[in-house]
């Protein structure tokens, strides 16, 4: 309890000092007396007035100062204890549908289409405090880039970066989009919901008017102006160059308000044109729903801290008794246990250990943060930031959820146990099979575990070489003529027929110099593996684009292989 032991509103304990200040005047204040003392004399005030008990006077200015105490400790509302409360959400979802085509390069809207409309669905995220939400990102293909949830943080990321240049497939297929949402609405068990396409425009209008449904209405959100603008060709290494068509016509991207504002209210919609205020996205957010109210209990607890500052009542009791009756608090007794000094008890005043952990985590400090976190899944991120890799792979083989199972993986992979970390990322994709992270990984290691194998083996052969050779006998003056020629131009007279053991020990060393130790050799190519290893698990939460680019082409190419993909029936690349 002691070392749970905090308060909820830390401010009120500043009202200890004017608490303080008010106890010392009033003090002073009463001894002081009346203005008696000043007028009568004092041989005649002794007869008149009671005499002083000092010993009463002392014990009331302690009952106030510890009556003030106990109450601004109360009213900080200390606690140690936690009380699971289930998580009410609002039963609120909602698909953004962003257009990646060719056409959102377009400027004329600055700095470009694409970096408005990654801007504006940042607001629509933060706007959003509560449901769930998901975001499909299109060109002439579809993929989901999150699927639906509460987590905005993490969608916020990936929107970063995504861009016209990663899709696959080059075109606007809407249809295909639109297919995908009604596919995660579906899994998330979700009967009803809201569609957000933030699009520069729709070519065929029955792509979108298909999918109408008063449960889930499509609102549009235009991007660009009627104007329009030229598609700049910086991405394909053509700078200063603009799209054209075949003819050789420069082409240029229009935004067809009027177009898009009568499909959205074909499909129970609203439209908006882009602006730079959020009275925008406020009225498409505000797209009625049949059922409004509905809520869902999350598949977690929430842990509120029990407030305990009523107990601080029972401590005020003994001391309002002083009012009314004398040498009430001589006969109770009040028993104040100190608390055992630790290092974090200061700490623990202000913040909890989950939010202490947090704090170290996000200022590099992973050690400290693991000793602090008591969830198992944030104590084993703390553990492998800082490199406890065997610590932080017992903590996720707790878990057998897929993201644990797959982070078990990592940190085997990190121990240079490649067979493990095979082996999980084999059940993660026998669960999940189109997890793309754990399907390179497996790659990898099934790589290095290769190079592994055929380092071993070649040093395996060195060493059965090395053991079958023979020492060159030849080393006397007399065994080779043209050694003693040249020995005897040099003008040496030593005899030069030594100790053939020791001939042999020389030459064996001098293969050794050359040949280098095996077992040294192979913990060197070993430790390069594992350097490039770490280096490449470094490098993949750092780029997500690459992920998302590798994640859509493979999506693309399982359709192929099945058949389920339909080309556009357009020329139209942007």
């Given at each position: 309890?002691?070392?749970?032991?905090?308060?909820?509103?830390?401010?009120?304990?500043?009202?200890?000092?004017?608490?303080?200040?008010?106890?010392?005047?009033?003090?002073?204040?009463?001894?002081?007396?009346?203005?008696?003392?000043?007028?009568?004399?004092?041989?005649?005030?002794?007869?008149?007035?009671?005499?002083?008990?000092?010993?009463?006077?002392?014990?009331?200015?302690?009952?106030?100062?510890?009556?003030?105490?106990?109450?601004?400790?109360?009213?900080?509302?200390?606690?140690?204890?936690?009380?699971?409360?289930?998580?009410?959400?609002?039963?609120?979802?909602?698909?953004?549908?962003?257009?990646?085509?060719?056409?959102?390069?377009?400027?004329?809207?600055?700095?470009?289409?694409?970096?408005?409309?990654r801007q504006k669905i940042t607001d629509v995220l933060r706007l959003r405090?509560?449901?769930?939400?998901?975001?499909?990102?299109?060109?002439?293909?579809?993929?989901?880039?999150?699927?639906?949830?509460?987590?905005?943080?993490?969608?916020?990321?990936?929107?970063?970066?995504?861009?016209?240049?990663?899709?696959?497939?080059?075109?606007?297929?809407?249809?295909?989009?639109?297919?995908?949402?009604?596919?995660?609405?579906?899994?998330?068990?979700?009967?009803?919901?809201?569609?957000?396409?933030?699009?520069?425009?729709?070519?065929?209008?029955?792509?979108?008017?298909?999918?109408?449904?008063?449960?889930?209405?499509?609102?549009?959100?235009?991007?660009?102006?009627?104007?329009?603008?030229?598609?700049?060709?910086?991405?394909?290494?053509?700078?200063?160059?603009?799209?054209?068509?075949?003819?050789?016509?420069?082409?240029?991207?229009?935004?067809?308000?009027?177009?898009?504002?009568?499909?959205?209210?074909?499909?129970?919609?609203?439209?908006?044109?882009?602006?730079?205020?959020?009275?925008?996205?406020?009225?498409?957010?505000?797209?009625?729903?049949?059922?409004?109210?509905?809520?869902?209990?999350?598949?977690?607890?929430?842990?509120?801290?029990?407030?305990?500052?009523?107990?601080?009542?029972?401590?005020?009791?003994?001391?309002?008794?002083?009012?009314?009756?004398?040498?009430?608090?001589?006969?109770?007794?009040?028993?104040?246990?100190?608390?055992?000094?630790?290092?974090?008890?200061?700490?623990?005043?202000?913040?909890?250990?989950?939010?202490?952990?947090?704090?170290?985590?996000?200022?590099?400090?992973?050690?400290?943060?693991?000793?602090?976190?008591?969830?198992?899944?944030?104590?084993?991120?703390?553990?492998?930031?800082?490199?406890?890799?065997?610590?932080?792979?017992?903590?996720?083989?707790?878990?057998?959820?897929?993201?644990?199972?797959?982070?078990?993986?990592?940190?085997?992979?990190?121990?240079?146990?490649?067979?493990?970390?095979?082996?999980?990322?084999?059940?993660?994709?026998?669960?999940?099979?189109?997890?793309?992270?754990?399907?390179?990984?497996?790659?990898?290691?099934?790589?290095?575990?290769?190079?592994?194998?055929?380092?071993?083996?070649?040093?395996?052969?060195?060493?059965?070489?090395?053991?079958?050779?023979?020492?060159?006998?030849?080393?006397?003056?007399?065994?080779?003529?043209?050694?003693?020629?040249?020995?005897?131009?040099?003008?040496?007279?030593?005899?030069?027929?030594?100790?053939?053991?020791?001939?042999?020990?020389?030459?064996?060393e001098n293969q050794d110099q050359q040949q280098g130790d095996p077992s040294?050799?192979?913990?060197e190519s070993r430790d390069e593996q594992k350097d490039a290893l770490e280096?490449?698990?470094?490098?993949?939460?750092?780029?997500?684009?690459?992920?998302?680019?590798?994640?859509?082409?493979?999506?693309?190419?399982?359709?192929?292989?099945?058949?389920?993909?339909?080309?556009?029936?357009?020329?139209?690349?942007?």
């Open positions: 309890m002691i070392e749970a032991l905090h308060f909820i509103r830390p401010w009120w304990l500043l009202g200890l000092i004017p608490a303080f200040a008010i106890t010392v005047l009033w003090a002073r204040q009463r001894a002081a007396g009346s203005h008696w003392e000043s007028s009568v004399a004092p041989e005649l005030l002794a007869v008149l007035l009671e005499p002083k008990g000092r010993g009463a006077f002392r014990k009331t200015v302690w009952a106030v100062a510890l009556s003030l105490a106990f109450a601004t400790l109360g009213l900080a509302g200390p606690t140690w204890e936690r009380l699971p409360q289930p998580v009410q959400q609002k039963k609120d979802a909602m698909v953004i549908l962003l257009d990646l085509s060719l056409s959102m390069f377009a400027e004329d809207i600055k700095p470009s289409r694409l970096v408005r409309a405090e509560e449901g769930f939400t998901a975001l499909i990102a299109y060109a002439g293909d579809a993929h989901a880039v999150a699927p639906l949830t509460d987590d905005t943080r993490t969608i916020q990321n990936l929107l970063a970066a995504l861009d016209p240049e990663m899709m696959p497939v080059l075109g606007s297929n809407v249809d295909a989009a639109l297919e995908v949402a009604q596919k995660l609405f579906t899994n998330a068990g979700f009967l009803q919901g809201r569609i957000l396409l933030v699009t520069d425009g729709v070519d065929q209008i029955n792509d979108v008017t298909r999918h109408q449904s008063p449960n889930f209405p499509i609102s549009i959100l235009g991007v660009g102006t009627a104007a329009g603008g030229n598609i700049p060709l910086d991405f394909a290494n053509q700078p200063g160059d603009v799209l054209r068509s075949q003819q050789g016509n420069t082409i240029v991207a229009r935004l067809d308000g009027e177009r898009l504002a009568r499909i959205a209210g074909m499909t129970h919609g609203r439209y908006r044109a882009l602006g730079l205020a959020d009275s925008d996205i406020e009225h498409l957010l505000a797209t009625t729903l049949p059922r409004e109210d509905e809520t869902l209990e999350v598949e977690r607890e929430f842990d509120t801290w029990a407030d305990m500052g009523f107990w601080v009542c029972i401590g005020l009791l003994p001391l309002a008794l002083i009012g009314f009756r004398r040498g009430v608090l001589a006969a109770f007794c009040i028993v104040l246990l100190p608390p055992d000094a630790k290092a974090g008890l200061w700490d623990d005043l202000w913040q909890r250990r989950d939010q202490q952990a947090h704090q170290a985590l996000l200022e590099g400090q992973a050690e400290t943060a693991a000793a602090l976190f008591k969830d198992p899944q944030w104590q084993a991120a703390a553990r492998y930031r800082s490199k406890d890799y065997p610590g932080a792979a017992e903590s996720y083989a707790k878990d057998g959820s897929v993201t644990s199972i797959y982070n078990f993986g990592n940190a085997m992979a990190q121990q240079g146990d490649y067979r493990t970390a095979i082996t999980a990322y084999s059940q993660v994709l026998a669960r999940q099979p189109d997890h793309a992270d754990a399907t390179f990984n497996k790659e990898l290691m099934e790589k290095l575990l290769r190079e592994q194998k055929s380092s071993e083996q070649e040093d395996q052969q060195q060493q059965q070489d090395q053991g079958g050779e023979n020492p060159d006998d030849s080393t006397s003056g007399s065994g080779n003529p043209e050694q003693s020629q040249d020995e005897h131009q040099q003008g040496e007279q030593p005899d030069q027929q030594s100790d053939p053991q020791n001939a042999d020990s020389e030459q064996t040294q050799e192979l913990a280096q490449w698990l470094r490098r993949v939460p750092d780029d997500p684009g690459g992920l998302l680019k590798r994640k859509f082409r493979h999506e693309t190419n399982q359709r192929l292989r099945s058949g389920d993909y339909r080309d556009q029936q357009t020329e139209k690349i942007w």
